[in-house]
Nanobody, 126 residues
Framework: QVQLEDSGGGLVQAGDSLRLSCAAS????????MGWFRKTPGKEREFVSA????????YYKDSVKGRFTISRDNARNTVYLQMNSLKPEDTAVYYC???????????????????WGQGTQVTVSS
């Protein structure tokens, strides 16, 4: 089994920054992808960003490109999402996820993802 612990959310003002963290523990894999989705009430869950833990290749939702940066620390099995220039429309619960069946970050979310964090709330006030 895999446990994901995501953290780092909070209440900030528009233009501020936050850094989310997601630490994976338990079963290990030779190659896998980790990333983030977000969910707001009344909307579908949407992909935000992903990173291949073996290659370091990254993939982003268009609306966060240039503002968000995903990175990894393989020694700690941890992924970070640095979010800059936050906007009110970034407000959501952010969920970390891990897919051990792919190695290509651009394919993250195409298949059922088996491992999820509990979510961390990000609220951006205008």
């Amino acid at each position: 089994q895999v446990q994901l612990e995501d953290s780092g959310g909070g209440l900030v003002q528009a233009g501020d920054s936050l850094r989310l963290s997601c630490a994976a523990s338990g079963r290990t894999f030779d190659s896998y992808v980790m990333g983030w989705f977000r969910k707001t009430p009344g909307k579908e869950r949407e992909f935000v960003s992903a990173i291949s833990m073996s290659t370091g290749d990254t993939y982003y939702k268009d609306s966060v490109k240039g503002r968000f940066t995903i990175s990894r620390d393989n020694a700690r099995n941890t992924v970070y999402l640095q979010m800059n220039s936050l906007k009110p429309e970034d407000t959501a619960v952010y969920y970390c996820a891990l897919d051990p069946t792919i190695n290509d970050a651009s394919r993250f979310g195409r298949y059922v993802i088996p491992y999820w964090g509990q979510g961390t709330q990000v609220t951006v006030s205008s």
